[in-house]
């Protein structure tokens, strides 16, 4: 069975500056897809970033990125020059491929941007 | 282009009355899912459809939770009866066939449900 766990319940980052969420995983597939989805106060769940596992490039998405370490089933996310904007849950996820298109949620981690 | 559509945005009731959640997902979408949220739990997978063919309902937690897709553009979550621990919100996903595999999930903006 697949987990996701993110290890931080809430982050602060001043506005400008760069912060890292973290996220691990644990799959037996070979292939498989990682997302991450942020949730502002509005309640949307809307995606920031896919990465693809069998891809070593590390995916970018403006001013979001990840560093994806496969062999340590690592998959984090950065957001620079935060903006207040930012501020929302972000929640790591990972989909395997093999005839399930299932999604499988980290708890979350509350991002706070502060001016 | 309309995103997934859900309604009603939120739903206040009594306990043991009967809730019906509605979604309509984006055109052309062969994957519907429901999920429900919590703070003790996070995101929990209920059910998911194929061509509106229930896939896998193994996250549906009691018989009192049931789910429909009579076409492709239309599905139903249904409680009966509810309890004030379904108090919760439910969000309606859907994905595009593929290559399948890693589409990405478009989320409606969830129904807040309230059981008293």
């Known amino acids: 069975a697949q987990t996701v766990t993110q290890s931080q319940p809430e982050m602060s980052v001043q506005e400008a500056e760069t912060v890292t969420l973290s996220c691990t995983y644990d799959t037996s597939e070979s292939n498989y897809y990682l997302f991450w989805y942020k949730q502002p106060p509005s309640r949307q769940m809307i995606l920031v970033i896919r990465q693809e596992a069998y891809k070593q490039q590390n995916a970018t998405e403006n001013r979001f990125s990840v560093n994806f370490q496969k062999a340590a089933k690592s998959f984090s996310l950065k957001i620079s020059d935060s903006q207040l904007g930012d501020t929302a849950m972000y929640f790591c996820a990972s989909e395997t491929q093999g005839g399930s298109e299932k999604l499988v949620f980290g708890k979350g981690t509350k991002l706070t941007v502060n001016p | 282009d309309a995103g997934v559509i859900q309604s009603p945005r939120h739903e206040v009731t009594e306990m043991g009355q009967e809730v019906t959640l509605r979604c309509k997902p984006i055109?052309?979408?062969?994957?519907l899912f429901w999920y429900r949220q919590t703070m003790m739990r996070g995101l929990e997978l209920l059910i998911y459809?194929?061509?509106?063919?229930?896939?896998?309902d193994s996250g549906m937690p009691e018989d009192r939770f049931s789910a429909k897709m009579p076409n492709a553009s239309f599905s139903t979550l249904k409680i009966q009866p509810s309890e004030p621990r379904d108090s919760a919100v439910y969000f309606c996903?859907?994905?595009?066939?593929?290559?399948?595999?890693?589409?990405?999930?478009?989320f409606g903006d969830g129904t807040r449900l309230s059981i008293l």
């Open positions: 459809f194929n061509n509106n063919v229930p896939i896998d």
């Open positions: 996903a859907s994905s595009p066939s593929v290559g399948v595999v890693g589409q990405p999930q478009h």
């Open positions: 055109s052309g979408h062969d994957y």
